[in-house]
């Protein structure tokens, strides 16, 4: 498959601060991706730089085998989808789609067929004479999406599209927009700070951290294998116990000792070496009540708090050292605080990064200033 | 125990306003007396705007006024324009200084300004008139411009320009079909502005008008020097209603502006719906 963008040592630095540094990525034609990350991590930077709305200090952006780096904005083959959809407020629905074709002197009776395919395409058709401050917000990022597509950029850059919509109406775009990507074929560049958005929809994703690229990889990968305590973190709870490496397999998988547990073999980032500090992760929802058998870690631990979700409960357990774990069980488990219970995860559903707290506070913390 | 009758800062209030508007007042009903001597009141007549208007001074120099009036209001809205273009990507220092200049034009007084053009043309030799009045009201008209404009630049965000960047429109389309459009509003109340501060100006077209170049406010400064005429209540008169219908326009416009940036094309479209 062909490289559609290809990011060489990408970096922007304000005064001393390095926005964006070193990225390097190449993204495949067709492909969905997505950048992701805390907000000051440099994504929204880096698409923008993509865009030509910002100039990078150093490195090289081409699409398509194609060096865009110097271009301006309209000379480039690729169009975005702003966060707040960012549409004429002076211009009708029509003639905020037909603005691009406009510019590229494209005739008035072509223009009118596009437009209108378009507005199909997003299930828009016969609001074309509307304003956009007559339209909802989920209308009005329906007409952001379409007023990019008409072009039929080589990429098409999404910084957030979603951002400004309530929960219900993002889940049924983010189908509608995996749809029409798929009907498109055109490589999406997918900006958000909410990780389950992006595992929804996309190919790859890039996890993103001060500036430079913590992991890429599938959604899967940076779930279930994280590189990192920050982006184990960042894309989703995770229960961490900080351990020590015992010994290395033959098969790369480790024999972790963790206090309180026992030594516990379990898969990990490659490379770590015996008698490092490691921390073993496991996912709530691998971690289940009264579970005993082969291949499984066990132990007993006391309720400390249950949060009834719907489809299923969120509880806070404390194991006999005082670590607190969290864990998510089927709703109709009936569990209260104060009651005793087993505990236990498969051995599969572990996996073993290096120990790096810094990392976890950061990917906590939430108020972090918005980036420029 | 309540007092009966008005609260004293009720009657305070009314008392100001009656020492502010009881001249102007006066000014209309003189401009419609039949009395010549402007002393008792002897009938209505409309003899006095005739008069006024047949007064070959009087229109020539309302034909001056105009023309500085609409010149002077160009320069200083393209000014503005192109100052608050400037001043988007402008360094925290040069904005500070770019605020100072634009402020004392309207703080420091006019005469100062006068006095100060007079000065510098009849230094480089360069004739006083029409061109020498438009630059005087360029001084205080542009700083006005550019605050009513600065407040539009305020609100609106860059992205849409982006945007248009990125649909593929160069700078200069990304001004005519974006920029532009939505600077509109501003534009139209400050031209209006401009206008009515152009046409009642005294002190500069005073000081730079030289002796062929006359504005209508000067002239009716000249005429009362001798005596009041019912004819100078009817030309003041005029260009009061002249100055309150701008003014009317661009309270309208303001008041009438639709959320968003559509201004008057957004009165436009409530109007075709």
């Given at each position: 498959m062909s490289t559609a963008i290809a990011l060489r040592d990408l970096r922007k630095v304000y005064g001393d601060v390095a926005a964006v540094d070193r990225v390097d990525v190449e993204i495949a034609d067709g492909e969905f991706f997505s950048l992701i990350g805390p907000s000051g991590c440099g994504k929204t930077t880096t698409l923008r730089m993509i865009a030509g709305l910002v100039d990078p200090t150093e490195g090289v952006i081409e699409v398509h085998g194609r060096d865009v780096t110097t271009l301006r904005p309209h000379k480039r083959p690729v169009n975005t989808v702003f966060q707040q959809y960012a549409l004429f407020p002076h211009l009708s629905i029509f003639d905020n789609v037909a603005f691009g074709l406009q510019e590229r002197k494209v005739g008035k009776a072509e223009i009118a067929t596009r437009v209108g395919e378009m507005l199909e395409l997003v299930d828009l058709t016969g609001r074309g004479s509307a304003k956009p401050a007559q339209l909802s917000g989920g209308q009005q990022q329906r007409v952001a999406l379409a007023r990019a597509l008409v072009l039929e950029p080589e990429v098409l850059l999404l910084d957030e599209p979603l951002g400004a919509l309530d929960l219900k109406l993002r889940k049924q775009l983010q189908l509608q927009l995996k749809r029409i990507q798929h009907e498109v074929g055109i490589t999406f560049v997918y900006v958000t700070h909410d990780q389950e958005e992006a595992f929804s929809m996309s190919d790859r994703?890039?996890?993103?951290?001060?500036?430079?690229?913590?992991?890429?990889?599938?959604?899967?990968?940076?779930?279930?294998?994280?590189?990192?305590?920050?982006?184990?973190?960042?894309?989703?709870?995770?229960?961490?116990?900080?351990?020590?490496?015992?010994?290395?397999?033959?098969?790369?998988?480790?024999?972790?000792?963790?206090?309180?547990?026992?030594?516990?073999?379990?898969?990990?980032?490659?490379?770590?070496?015996?008698?490092?500090?490691?921390?073993?992760?496991?996912?709530?929802?691998?971690?289940?009540?009264?579970?005993?058998?082969?291949?499984?870690?066990?132990?007993?631990?006391?309720?400390?708090?249950?949060?009834?979700?719907?489809?299923?409960?969120?509880?806070?357990?404390?194991?006999?050292?005082?670590?607190?774990?969290?864990?998510?069980?089927?709703?109709?488990?009936?569990?209260?605080?104060?009651?005793?219970?087993?505990?236990?995860?498969?051995?599969?559903?572990?996996?073993?990064?290096?120990?790096?707290?810094?990392?976890?506070?950061?990917?906590?913390?939430?108020?972090?200033?918005?980036?420029? | 125990m309540r007092r009966r009758g008005p609260k004293p800062r009720v009657l305070f209030t009314a008392l100001v306003f009656v020492c502010l508007y009881a001249p102007i007042l006066l000014v209309i009903v003189f401009?419609?007396?039949?009395?010549?001597?402007?002393?008792?009141?002897?009938?209505?007549?409309?003899?006095?705007?005739?008069?006024?208007?047949?007064?070959?001074?009087?229109?020539?120099?309302?034909?001056?006024?105009?023309?500085?009036?609409?010149?002077?209001?160009?320069?200083?809205?393209?000014?503005?324009?192109?100052?608050?273009?400037?001043?988007?990507?402008?360094?925290?220092?040069?904005?500070?200084?770019?605020?100072?200049?634009?402020?004392?034009?309207?703080?420091?007084?006019?005469?100062?300004?006068?006095?100060?053009?007079?000065?510098?043309?009849?230094?480089?030799?360069?004739?006083?008139?029409?061109?020498?009045?438009?630059?005087?009201?360029?001084?205080?008209?542009?700083?006005?411009?550019?605050?009513?404009?600065?407040?539009?630049?305020?609100?609106?965000?860059?992205?849409?320009?982006?945007?248009?960047?990125?649909?593929?429109?160069?700078?200069?389309?990304?001004?005519?079909?974006?920029?532009?459009?939505?600077?509109t509003p501003a534009i139209v109340v400050a031209g209006l502005l401009c206008l009515t501060f152009s046409l009642d100006d005294v002190i500069t077209s005073q000081f730079l008008g030289g002796t062929d170049a006359q504005t209508l406010p000067v002239l009716v400064l000249g005429k009362i020097r001798l005596h009041v005429t019912p004819e100078v209540n009817a030309i003041g008169t005029g260009l009061m209603l002249i100055t309150l219908l701008t003014f009317l326009i661009a309270g309208l416009i303001t008041l009438l502006r639709p959320t968003g940036a559509g201004g008057m094309l957004g009165l436009g479209r409530k109007a075709a719906e």
């Open positions: 994703v890039a996890i993103m951290r001060g500036g430079l690229i913590e992991q890429l990889g599938t959604p899967r990968d940076v779930y279930q294998r994280p590189a990192t305590e920050f982006v184990a973190d960042f894309v989703g709870v995770s229960n961490r116990r900080p351990g020590r490496v015992t010994s290395v397999e033959a098969d790369g998988r480790y024999a972790v000792e963790v206090p309180g547990l026992g030594t516990i073999p379990s898969a990990g980032v490659p490379g770590l070496s015996e008698g490092q500090p490691v921390a073993l992760i496991v996912r709530p929802e691998s971690v289940l009540v009264a579970p005993e058998g082969a291949g499984r870690t066990s132990v007993s631990a006391q309720v400390l708090d249950v949060a009834f979700m719907g489809p299923h409960i969120s509880c806070v357990v404390e194991t006999p050292d005082g670590v607190s774990m969290t864990l998510i069980a089927d709703g109709h488990e009936t569990l209260a605080a104060g009651d005793r219970c087993d505990i236990g995860w498969a051995h599969a559903a572990t996996w073993v990064l290096p120990l790096d707290a810094e990392a976890a506070a950061e990917a906590a913390e939430i108020d972090e200033p918005l980036e420029v | 401009s419609l007396n039949k009395d010549a001597q402007l002393l008792h009141w002897e009938g209505f007549t409309l003899e006095w705007y005739k008069q006024a208007f047949n007064d070959e001074a009087v229109r020539k120099n309302l034909g001056i006024s105009v023309q500085v009036a609409v010149l002077s209001t160009a320069i200083s809205l393209v000014l503005a324009i192109t100052g608050g273009l400037w001043y988007r990507n402008a360094t925290g220092r040069a904005r500070a200084w770019f605020d100072a200049m634009t402020y004392s034009r309207i703080v420091l007084p006019e005469v100062v300004f006068a006095l100060g053009l007079f000065l510098l043309f009849s230094e480089l030799n360069i004739g006083l008139g029409v061109g020498a009045i438009v630059v005087g009201h360029v001084v205080f008209n542009s700083a006005y411009a550019t605050i009513i404009m600065q407040a539009r630049f305020a609100t609106m965000s860059v992205t849409l320009e982006e945007a248009a960047a990125d649909l593929g429109a160069n700078r200069w389309r990304v001004f005519r079909r974006v920029t532009l459009p939505l600077l």
